[in-house]
């Protein structure tokens, strides 16, 4: 990939999108564009839409309008199916481990979509937990397992878009900071990741930018830079 | 050898034991391709009788219009009915995936009725005998009993399948699939997961199940348009009893419900048609979900 390392490189672009479950309309017009590389948190109050736009761009929603790219491409009439194969991976804010898999079997499911995902190897030395429990059922793990899991499942496939919600929710310290250390290690492979997070003292050194949330629409940007003079509306909005 | 259990000769016993393994064979055949299309697509297959009979009858008439061996049509008509059965999913079942299950329900129910209403329309009603295989005729002496080569045969090609079809599904990366895609099917799109052609390959694999239990049925009971009416519905017992969709629980059930039935022919013949769904009342009110079902 020649373009890896170009800063201004569009990953995902979502213009005026609508999306519905059945008759609730909750996204009313998201426009957003995110860089190759770029770490972006989506910050809201829940129920503002987040998880809802994560699952717009995988195509899980029951109907959406407007217009989502995903490395140049259209994806409004691809079938879900199809998006992940444009380098797309997600990790439902439910985890979604499988029950009737074991831990590997967990991690091999995600069909590989490109080149240069890490390898089983790669993934259990950063994961050390996962290679010891390899052999247990996928949901026997604890909250914190189950979350390296998920988030390792889509690292393998060679996704360079990571769509990741509320992946802290409910672990201890320890697991955040792990977490956090992991998020480090993917920015310097420049893979592009949206975060939809409660926890904002865990997203705000991470980010590079901040998209904030509410009923449905996006109300604020802000830049990484911009953070610290915008402190008060944040704390408004989220009571941070 | 005449050891007397209740006054029962043990030759007696044993063979009925034999023969209940024969039917449990069927049940565990058929049990098994339901258990696995209520897994992934939450459709009762009601068609699945139908699609047994249509196994025996194609072979039949392949046989007597084509001279098409049994050897070849227990290859040959699984794969026709089964492709018959993605047909079936993609332009009848798909359209309804989203309704309420009672759609399905009745199009499988209308569908075994449309199916078994040509077949009697074009053939009658009465039984047609299909040739044991020249290599399958005769008897192994076994001893306690003399049992016919053809029905040994039987129960090995079913054991056989059944255990195929359990290596694929907990073994292979379809297997996985076809297990995750039960749990989660939305999630896997989201992997990338061709969900709609799976659903379409898995009912397709489960008909053909049903096709394959009609060949090996087929030179051993007459070959009626009703065939399979009848015996769906002892296998949706054993379904029940198993535990809706457990894919072991069908296999294992099945087969322990074909030699409890033998066993009542000995004990008490006035119940043996009965015996399955006493099981089945009793297993309901102890274990709601079956026996190898998991909790809600
Ligand atoms: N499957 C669904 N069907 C109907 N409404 C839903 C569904 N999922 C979410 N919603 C509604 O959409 C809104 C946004 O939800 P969501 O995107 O999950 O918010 P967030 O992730 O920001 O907490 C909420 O009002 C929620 O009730
Ligand atoms: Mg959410």
Redesign the pocket.
């Given at each position: 990939m020649s373009d890896l390392h170009t800063p201004e490189l569009e990953q995902l672009r979502l213009s005026n999108v609508h999306a519905f479950?059945?008759e609730?309309h909750?996204l009313h017009g998201i426009d957003m564009k995110v860089h190759r590389g770029e770490l972006v948190t989506?910050l809201?109050?829940?129920?503002?839409?987040?998880?809802?736009?994560?699952?717009s761009i995988m195509g899980m929603?029951?109907r959406r309008t407007g217009s989502i790219m995903i490395n140049g491409k259209e994806t409004a009439t691809l079938p879900a199916f199809r998006i992940p194969r444009l380098g797309a991976g997600y990790c439902p804010?439910e985890r979604g481990i499988f029950a009737s898999l074991d831990v590997e079997e967990n991690l091999l499911l995600p069909p590989t979509v490109r080149s240069g995902g890490m390898n089983l190897d790669e993934i259990y030395e950063m994961f050390p937990n996962l290679y010891e429990r390899r052999r247990s059922q996928g949901t026997r793990l604890s909250g914190g397992e189950q979350q390296m899991l998920a988030m390792a499942r889509i690292l393998r496939t060679g996704a360079n878009l990571l769509l990741l919600?509320?992946i802290t929710e409910g672990l201890a310290p320890v697991i955040v900071q792990k977490l956090a250390e992991v998020l480090v290690k993917l920015k310097e492979k420049n893979l592009t990741i949206i975060l939809?997070e409660q926890n904002f003292c865990f997203a705000a050194p991470l980010a590079d930018r901040h998209y904030l949330?509410e009923h449905?629409r996006i109300i604020e940007e802000i830049s990484a830079a911009e953070l610290p003079g915008q402190m008060e509306l944040l704390h408004r909005q989220l009571g941070v | 050898m005449n050891l007397a259990l209740f006054d029962i000769p043990a030759a007696v016993l044993l063979g009925q034991l034999m023969l209940g393994l024969i039917n449990g064979a069927f049940y565990a055949l058929l049990s098994l391709g339901l258990a696995i299309i209520f897994g992934l697509l939450k459709v009762i297959n009601f068609a699945h009788g139908a699609q047994y009979m249509l196994g025996a009858f194609l072979a039949l008439l392949l046989f007597r219009h084509f001279g098409i061996d049994y050897w070849t049509a227990l290859l040959l008509v699984p794969i026709l009915v089964g492709l018959f059965g993605c047909a079936l999913e993609r332009f009848l079942l798909r359209p309804v995936a989203g309704e309420s299950h009672l759609y399905s329900l009745l199009l499988t129910f209308g569908l075994a009725l449309i199916i078994q209403g040509t077949f009697t329309n074009l053939y009658g009603s009465s039984g047609n005998a299909y040739p044991i295989p020249a290599a399958l005729r005769g008897a192994l002496s076994l001893g306690f009993m003399h049992l016919p080569t053809y029905r040994a045969w039987v129960i090995v090609a079913a054991l056989t399948v059944c255990l195929a079809a359990w290596l694929i599904i907990e073994k292979t990366r379809l297997g996985a699939y076809l297990r995750a895609g039960t749990e989660n099917p939305q999630l896997m799109q989201a992997f990338g997961i061709n969900i709609p052609f799976l659903v379409t390959v898995t009912y397709g694999f489960g008909v053909a199940l049903a096709a394959f239990a009609g060949v090996l049925a087929a030179p051993l009971y007459s070959v009626s348009p009703g065939m399979g009416a009848n015996l769906l519905i002892v296998v949706f017992a054993v379904v029940v009893i198993g535990g809706m969709g457990s894919i072991v629980g069908a296999v294992i059930t099945g087969l322990a419900m074909g030699l409890i039935e033998g066993l009542t022919k000995v004990f008490y013949p006035q119940a043996a048609t009965t015996v399955i769904f006493l099981v089945m009342v009793l297993v309901l009110l102890v274990k709601p979900n079956g026996l190898f079902g998991k909790e809600a």
């Open positions: 479950y059945g609730s909750i989506l809201g109050r829940n129920g503002s839409g987040r998880s809802t736009i994560l699952k929603v029951g804010e919600d509320e939809v949330i449905g | -």
